[in-house]
């Protein structure tokens, strides 16, 4: 699974790189993350993110500063929102190649929990 963050990548590049399109994006994990909450322990320089998925399940992380006079609330919030996105990237992975497995295409299914999570019907 390649994580370059880049999930506008023209088909065209995909040839030129011979890659096939089944990978997970940052827009894919983008699509399926329902809410993001930030909480800072008070009296403490830890931030934690929570995101949590159409689905409801949640993922966390953390960013934590070492002096009182570093801790930038804007920098803890991205720091532990790219940490959670990171484990929702691996548990997407895992999706994608569970679907592999099981001989589905992994795009047909993404379509189908799309479609299903817009309440509309996927054939």
Not at 48 to 63: D, K, Y
Not at 76 to 98: F, I
């Amino acid at each position: 699974m390649e994580q370059t963050g880049d999930s506008a990548e023209s088909p065209t590049e995909y040839v030129k790189r011979k890659l096939t399109p089944y990978r997970v994006t940052m827009n894919d994990l983008e699509a399926v993350v329902a809410r993001e909450e930030y909480y800072q322990f008070p009296g403490s320089l830890l931030t934690v993110c929570c995101l949590t998925t159409l689905n409801g399940f949640s993922v966390t992380g953390e960013s934590a500063c070492v002096d009182p006079e570093n801790f930038d609330a804007v920098i803890g919030q991205k720091v532990a929102r790219a940490h959670a996105v990171d484990k929702l990237w691996a548990l997407e992975g895992y999706l994608m190649k569970e679907a592999f497995h099981r001989g589905h295409n992994p795009e047909h299914e993404k379509l189908h929990r799309d479609s299903r999570l817009e309440g509309k019907d996927a054939r």
